[in-house]
């Protein structure tokens, strides 16, 4: 409380920025790793209402993330769920065979229930042009 509400969002905001940016000691996290380690380290650290705020504001996977799925597809963040943040809809791109998608499929996970992001990846691994957000 000795803190003020404007400084501990910017406290938040700032771990984030920091994780996500390259430093010359280390390379950049990913944006969805580095939510999980601010989720994760958050206990006594962050205001847990800001945090929330912050999470459901900037999206656990932004648009333009490139994801894979528990089913071994890939596919990029159409858009964010602010509900249900870690469940957002997907392009796919990459089918569970590791064949490149070339038509349009649409991937709401929150209608999927048994598919899940496993892991955010590099999108620099993935060709994205031409894919309209």
Request: no cysteine; aromatic share 8%.
């Amino acid at each position: 409380t000795d803190i003020s509400e404007f400084g501990r969002l910017i406290a938040i905001a700032n771990a984030f920025e920091a994780m996500t940016k390259k430093r010359s000691w280390r390379e950049e996290h990913l944006s969805a790793d580095a939510m999980k380690t601010i989720m994760a380290e958050s206990k006594g650290r962050f205001d847990p209402d800001l945090l929330q705020a912050f999470i459901a504001n900037m999206a656990v996977y932004p648009v333009g993330s490139v994801v894979m799925l528990s089913n071994r597809m890939v596919g990029v963040v159409m858009s964010a769920n602010p509900r249900l943040p870690v469940r957002p809809a997907l392009r796919i791109i990459v089918d569970e065979f590791g064949d490149r998608v070339t038509e349009t499929r649409v991937l709401d996970l929150s209608t999927e229930p048994g598919v899940f992001i496993s892991k955010p990846v590099d999108a620099k691994d993935y060709d994205t042009s031409g894919i309209d957000f």
